[in-house]
């Protein structure tokens, strides 16, 4: 099955059919499930603080979806808030659990047992 790859410029799409159809987008983004993979016990490292204790219950929310594999519109949408913010979200987790890739969140959410 071939797709067509359809090039619109802003001024063939009304402002308003555009923003329409970017509500709908988001709407079905919003209802995506989230995936849960078998459970892991939670492993928890000697020396070191439990990495969820660091972080607030919407950091936790965004270490979910990113570890059900949500891109950063995905958890804007989901989350109901702009992009920015989510992005800002998603930092300040990687931050506190000082990691850098989405494999390493998605390791500390299954470990954690958020997953």
Do not use: W
């Not at 797709?3 to 919003?30: C, G, H, K, M, Y």
């Not at 936790?60 to 808030?81: F, H, K, P, Q």
């Amino acid at each position: 099955m071939e797709t067509a790859e359809i090039t619109l410029s802003d001024e063939t799409i009304p402002e308003f059919l555009r923003e329409f159809v970017i509500d709908i987008v988001r709407q079905e983004l919003a209802k995506r499930p989230i995936v849960k993979p078998p459970k892991l016990p939670p492993v928890r490292i000697k020396g070191t603080e439990y990495p969820l204790n660091k972080l607030s219950k919407r950091e936790r929310e965004v270490l979910t979806l990113i570890a059900n594999g949500y891109s950063r519109n995905e958890i804007s949408a989901t989350l109901g808030v702009t992009y920015n913010t989510a992005c800002s979200h998603i930092s300040n987790t990687y931050t506190k659990l000082s990691i850098s890739t989405i494999a390493e969140a998605t390791q500390i959410a299954m470990r954690s047992g958020l997953l």
